[in-house]
Each structure stands twice: as C-alpha cells, then as structure tokens.
C-alpha cells in the first residue's frame, strides 16, 4: 500500500492556484506521485446543474424535470456554459483556452440534444419523461466534475508535471458497468507512481451514483477508489479544518481546530448538513480499514484532523458545535394515534417518497413532530398529503433552527444543563430539545431567528470556556 486517495472540494477547487502550489506542486521528486486525486466540480456548478444542495432552488435538472415552463432549461444550460467558461478564461490563454473551452462546449451540446430528442420523444404516449429523469440528471450533474477533472489534469502539464485526466464519466459510453467494476476496470492500466491521477468525482455507474448516495457523491467515488485500489490513507482537502464550529460563524480566531475525532461524531454532522464526510463514504472507508484525513487547502503544513474508527477522546467533552437552518418542524397532533405507529410508519415513508431529509423527529403519547429540510414545494405537498391522510389531525408547520453540541464521549453529568444555561443566559428560547441515550449529541429546536447567536453561545460556553489550544486532541499518529 503505498498510494493515498485524496479528494478536493469544490470551494477548494474554485481557488485553483492554492490547490496548484499547497497540494499538487509542494510536493517534490518521490513524494510527488502515488497520489490519486478525486475532484468535485467548482463551487457552485453542481447546484446551477441540478439544484441548489441546501436551499433546493431550481437549476437545469429541475427546470427540466418540472417543465412549467418549456424551454427555462436551455437558458438556465446557456447559464451554466457561460459560468464553465468564464472559469476556462481565468485559467488558460491561447490555444489551452480554446481547446478547454471547445471539451466542456461539447459535453454540454451533447447533453442539450440528448434532452431535446427526449422532450420530443416523450411527447408520444409511449414514453414517460419520468422514466428517464434520473438518468438526465446523472448526464447533467457529470458535467461538472469532467470540467473540474479536465482543467485539472491540463494546468499540471502546462506546469511540467506528468498528469492524466481519469474520466469516470463514462461518457458516450455503450453500456454502464456497476461501480465496482467500472473503478477496477479503470484503474487496472494506470499507474499512479508515473503521473498524478485526476479522476472525475461523478463515476457513471449501473447503479446510478446519485440516485444511490444523492449529492456530495464525490466523496462516494474518492471511497470507492480507496477502498478498492487499496490506499494507505484517504485525504480530504477542505476550505477549513475541521473546527469546533464554523468559522464563518464564529470566527476563525474563536474556533479550535479537531485533531482527532471518529466516524460516529462524523455522521452526527453529516445528517446536519455539514458533510465532514457523506456516511456512505465513511462506510466504504471504514470498511477498508482506512483512516481519514481532514486537511486545510490552504494549511498544507497543518497534520488536519484524523477519522480513525477507534477514536474516543479520553477527557469528556463537547467537541463541536454544529447545526442547521431552513428546518421545518411538522407538528401532526391527533389524538387517535395513542398507541399506535401507524402516523409514524406513514408519514416517515411519505418523506421518503418526497425525497424531503428527516433531520429528526420526537413525540408524546398523541403528537409527533418531524424536522424536515427540503424545498418549500414538497413541504407544502407534505402538509397537503398529511392532512388528507388524517382530517381529524391538526397539522401545523414550524420554521426552525437545529443547533447541535457533539462529542465523541458527552457523558458527564451536568452537560445537558450547561448547555440549556448557554442558550438561557444568551436570552434564546428553547423549544424542543433532545439527546439519545448513546450522549453523542444534544440537539436544541430554536427559532430560525436566533440560529447564529445560539451556534455562537453554545461554542462560547462549552468550547471557548474549556481553553483547548489551538487543536482539540493532537494527531497521535
Ligand atoms: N465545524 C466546521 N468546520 C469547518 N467548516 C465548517 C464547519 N461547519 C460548517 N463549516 C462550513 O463548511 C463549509 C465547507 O463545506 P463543504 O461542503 O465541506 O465544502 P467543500 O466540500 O466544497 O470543500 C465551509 O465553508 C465552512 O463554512
Ligand atoms: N459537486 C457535487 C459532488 C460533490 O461531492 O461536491 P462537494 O465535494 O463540493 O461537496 C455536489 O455538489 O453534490
């Protein structure tokens, strides 16, 4: 095992001169090859592609699958090109220009005709549009990481270093292969320790990659590679270690850097939408008996933080604040469902259906409330669904906020306490509150309004107030 498998976010990607010289170039002579790189499309490409990751808002896919109006999808497409190029221009001149413009101007053309002649074959009955909208939105969401892969491989040769552009797009491709296989196929003629790897982050696969592990899939294709070629060490590059908090939050100088944290802390903030790592992906690379590495695009110096499965922080503690906004709590209260799942069963399934993502959800003996994230549509569809399935309920909608405090070990008498002071002595109402009994984590329901300065107090009372340093846990490794 002598390679790793690194990928690169897209708000890493965006800033393309960092990566070049903290990642690709710092390193020298031995150390520069056996590095297989992953890369996400650049920031924001993805969600003008499909549709916007955490507000829902509408990009081609959507307009596309929609179709309200007939032809949006083209201009929000026209949109998207213009975006991919003005990227080209601040990257290259001359001829690179123009030939990295004329790859990315083609997989658009393509993908353009392919939903044109789908539109006008789907206008006779015998086909269904629905039938055929997420192989649509696997062809489209490819596109990014192609552009990002391509551009890649193109400035390391214009910098003399030996590169190779790994397409997993599978594009034009006769038939897809399952995921598995199309990675081993791929990867069988390759040799990492001649050249640098740039591998596209979307991998076209019989199993479709989205409709199996939805977005930052990136990180599904960068696990499978480890996993499968075998890799000493799986590295994330990220915009920020991985911090007490966000920094953009809390500031940059208040937040303490994690050193070492494991996969369950991992999932915790996953589900909150700040993806450390998808928890598919920590799966796969769990299962491979491989660590992780968090390392800060622009700290190339910094050891970043280590996922290792046994991790436990030896002192108890709260290890980092996190949370979510845009969550609405759906209260269903009916009296006749004392001692019964059937609410519960239904209504967990409907979200399933909508593709809304359960965040969490609480009850009492004749209410139950699901915190829910997705667009505004399928909520209201929701609510229209459940009040249909049960007129006797009353159904109401809450526009919350999540805040969270995890750890690897919390269990310490008085923490819950502490935690609820924060948010009392910051003059923030509580209004639901919960904590299994494994004490991973402890979550407080506040209003929307008051997201930031609770995500503020909290790290203030249970992280600024423990004087950690500049690292919570040093890498032992
Ligand atoms: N605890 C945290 N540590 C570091 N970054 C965080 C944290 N919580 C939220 N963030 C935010 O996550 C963002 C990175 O998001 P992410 O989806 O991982 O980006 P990418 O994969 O494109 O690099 C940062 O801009 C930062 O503001
Ligand atoms: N760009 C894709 C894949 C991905 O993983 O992106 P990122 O690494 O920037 O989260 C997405 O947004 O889903």
Redesign the pocket.
């Known amino acids: 095992m002598t390679h790793t498998v690194e990928?690169?976010?897209?708000?890493s990607?965006s800033r393309f001169t960092e990566v070049l010289n903290n990642i690709w170039l710092r390193k020298k002579n031995n150390d520069l090859f056996n590095r297989i790189f992953v890369v996400?499309?650049y920031?924001g490409?993805?969600?003008l592609l499909?549709e916007h990751?955490k507000t829902g808002n509408a990009g081609v896919y959507s307009c596309f699958a929609e179709a309200e109006q007939e032809d949006a999808w083209i201009d929000r497409l026209n949109l998207v090109e213009e975006k991919l190029l003005a990227i080209n221009k601040q990257m290259f001149v001359g001829a690179d220009l123009e030939d990295a413009n004329r790859f990315i101007s083609r997989r658009i053309r393509d993908a353009e005709q392919c939903m044109q002649s789908l539109h006008s074959l789907c206008s006779y009955g015998h086909f269904q549009l629905e039938e055929h909208l997420s192989t649509v939105r696997e062809m489209l969401?490819s596109i990014?990481?192609a552009h990002s892969a391509y551009n890649s491989t193109k400035l390391l040769k214009n910098n003399q270093i030996p590169a190779r552009f790994v397409d997993l797009t599978g594009w034009k491709q006769e038939r897809p292969l399952a995921i598995d296989q199309m990675i081993t196929e791929t990867f069988k003629g390759l040799d990492p320790s001649k050249e640098l790897l740039i591998v596209t982050?979307?991998t076209q696969c019989s199993e479709q990659l989205?409709r199996t592990f939805?977005?930052?899939?990136?990180?599904?294709t960068f696990a499978k590679i480890a996993a499968l070629t075998g890799a000493r060490e799986a590295v994330i590059h990220k915009e920020f270690h991985l911090s007490s908090a966000d920094p953009r939050l809390v500031g940059e100088e208040n937040v303490v850097t994690i050193g070492m944290t494991n996969f369950d802390v991992a999932d915790q903030l996953s589900n909150l939408g700040m993806?450390a790592i998808?928890p598919r992906a920590a799966r796969e690379i769990r299962k491979g008996g491989i660590h992780i590495r968090i390392k800060n695009t622009f700290e190339p110096d910094h050891l970043g933080t280590i996922i290792d499965n046994n991790y436990c922080n030896p002192r108890p503690c709260v290890e980092i604040i996190a949370g979510r906004k845009d969550v609405v709590g759906i209260e269903v209260f009916d009296q006749d469902m004392l001692g019964s799942p059937e609410h519960d069963i239904h209504i967990s399934q409907t979200i399933k259906e909508l593709k809304l993502q359960l965040v969490n959800k609480e009850a009492d003996a004749n209410s139950i409330t699901f915190y829910v994230a997705g667009n505004r549509k399928k909520i209201n569809r929701i609510m229209r669904l459940i009040e249909e399935k049960y007129p006797l309920a009353e159904v109401k909608m809450h526009n919350v906020a999540i805040v969270s405090a995890v750890g690897s070990d919390i269990k310490i008498k008085g923490m819950l306490a502490r935690t609820v002071s924060a948010l009392s002595d910051a003059g923030i109402n509580v209004l639901a509150l919960h904590q299994s009994v494994r004490q991973v984590e402890m979550q407080c329901i506040v209003a929307e309004n008051d997201y930031e300065d609770a995500i503020r107090a909290l790290h203030f009372s249970l992280i600024e107030a423990e004087n950690h340093g500049d690292v919570i846990r040093k890498i032992a490794v």
Not at 214 to 220: I, K, L, N, T, V
């Open positions: 990928k690169i976010g897209g708000t990607m996400s499309a920031a490409i993805t969600d499909l990751k969401a990014g990481e982050g979307y989205m939805d977005r930052g899939y990136s990180e599904m993806e998808h």
